[in-house]
């Protein structure tokens, strides 16, 4: 069971997080692809939910290929036990000026398989945008942050 301040720490993180995605992706829609372990899925509805607290409505669907069947079908499944899921969101203005796409690797002492394949559902040759690390005991920690975000972050 996680504590105040670990929860707290979170919230900032994940803040820290939706504030750089948002200032990236003005007049843009979203795609952002958060691969996590099962027992981390919640950090995906709080990061849509953070979105949408900065005015960017968006929706949470599985990754595979049905995701606009009736109803929530599960997230897909990657092996040990991980889940990538896929935020949306449409765009800011009328303007379409593209997608921001992000790809957001969740950590919790997942291992790296033999197959080239981390155990979160990326491949291993592909680079997050984001690591929201949980192997901290004191809480999570955002490990790496994109120069592309961090920058709009700054700028905007």
Same mark, same amino acid.
């Given at each position: 069971?996680?504590?105040? %301040?670990?929860?707290?720490?979170?919230?900032?993180? $994940?803040?820290?997080?939706?504030?750089?995605i948002?200032?990236? %992706?003005?007049?843009?829609?979203?795609?952002?692809?958060?691969?996590?372990?099962? %027992?981390?899925?919640?950090?995906?509805?709080h990061?849509?939910?953070?979105?949408?607290?900065?005015?960017?409505?968006?929706?949470?669907?599985?990754?595979?290929?049905n995701?606009?069947?009736?109803?929530?079908?599960?997230?897909?499944?990657?092996?040990?036990?991980?889940?990538?899921?896929?935020?949306?969101?449409? $765009?800011?203005? &009328?303007?379409d000026?593209?997608?921001?796409?992000?790809?957001?690797?969740?950590?919790?002492?997942?291992?790296?398989?033999?197959?080239?394949?981390?155990?979160?559902?990326?491949?291993?040759?592909?680079?997050?945008?984001?690591?929201?690390?949980?192997?901290?005991?004191? &809480?999570?920690?955002?490990?790496? $942050?994109?120069?592309? $975000? %961090?920058?709009?972050?700054?700028?905007g």
């Open positions: 069971m996680p504590d105040l %301040s670990s929860i707290a720490r979170e919230r900032a993180a $994940l803040a820290t997080i939706a504030d750089a948002v200032a990236a %992706s003005v007049d843009k829609g979203l795609r952002i692809e958060v691969a996590c372990p099962t %027992s981390r899925l919640a950090v995906v509805d990061l849509a939910q953070a979105l949408h607290a900065r005015g960017r409505v968006c929706r949470c669907r599985p990754a595979g290929p995701p606009g069947e009736a109803g929530h079908p599960p997230p897909r499944r990657g092996q040990h036990g991980s889940a990538v899921v896929i935020i949306t969101g449409g $765009l800011a203005t &009328g303007i000026r593209g997608v921001l796409c992000v790809d957001v690797r969740v950590t919790a002492a997942v291992p790296v398989q033999d197959d080239g394949v981390t155990g979160t559902g990326f491949p291993a040759d592909r680079d997050p945008d984001i690591i929201l690390d949980y192997q901290d005991p004191a &809480g999570p920690m955002i490990r790496y $942050l994109a120069p592309h $975000l %961090s920058a709009g972050a700054r700028d």
